[in-house]
Structures are given as C-alpha cells and as structure tokens.
C-alpha cells in the first residue's frame, strides 16, 4: 500500500514528538554515546529509555553500537542533527517575536496605566483640576 508523503512526514514528525527522544538525538549529535551515559544525562528509568531507544531504532534514526558489554547509540545520519538545529533556528525566531510581542504589550500597558492618571487630572467638565 502506498503512503502518501504528507503521511509518511507526518508519522515522521509523530515519532519525534517526544522529549526524552529529542533529548537522545541532542546528546548523539556529537557521536556515539553509552547507554549508561544516556541514563545519567537524562535522568529517566532504564526501561524507559529503553522504550524510547527502541523507537528512534526502529525507526532507522539512530543505530546501536555494541563493544563488549558497552552499548552506545550514534545517529544514523548528519540529516538529524540539521533537523534539530533546524528546529532551534525556528525555535528562536518563534521566541524573538513572541519576545517583540511581550515588549509591545508591556508598553501598551504602560501607556493604558498612564492615561487615566493624566484623565484624573482633568474635571467632569474637562478643565484642570485645581491644584492645592
């Protein structure tokens, strides 16, 4: 049966989505890594990373690397470590306007605050108030 592409990059994108796997394909960006070192960095149960390494295994993303009773996990491809810095090139423009949207707002608030302090000054008739 035939998968359209949307599919297939859908279902792609599906089995990134979870953060102890995005956290695994960082820490293999720069090569191979223990399993051992995995657990210590990420800080999960064993059998769930195991779960996880599974996933990113079948999905032929990253391979396994055994060395006598050592096994390390390394990234199938460059591709992958371009997706994620990819994904923090967008992640950081997203931020920026979301940082440039904030900054707007504060000002508005700043400029709403002090409108009906100028507007207390004035009377019901719109002249100034007296000062005592």
């Known amino acids: 049966?035939?998968?359209p592409l949307y599919q297939a990059k859908a279902d792609f994108f599906r089995m990134l989505g979870h953060p102890v796997r995005i956290r695994v394909l960082e820490l293999l960006q720069h090569g191979p890594v223990p399993v051992r070192d995995l657990l210590a960095d990420i800080d999960i149960?064993?059998?769930?990373?195991?779960?996880?390494l599974a996933v990113l295994r079948r999905s032929g993303i990253v391979v396994s690397i055994r060395e006598g009773s050592t096994v390390s996990y390394a990234l199938a491809g460059g591709d992958v470590a371009e997706l994620l810095r990819a994904a923090r090139r967008i992640l950081t423009e997203l931020l920026a306007g979301q940082n440039q949207l904030l900054s707007q707002l504060q000002q508005a608030d700043t400029t709403a605050a002090e409108v009906p302090a100028a507007a207390s000054l004035l009377t019901d008739r719109g002249s100034p108030r007296p000062t005592p």
Do not use: I
Not at 45 to 52: A, F, I, R, Y
């Open 1 to 3: 049966m035939h998968v």
């Open 45 to 52: 149960e064993p059998s769930s990373l195991s779960q996880q």
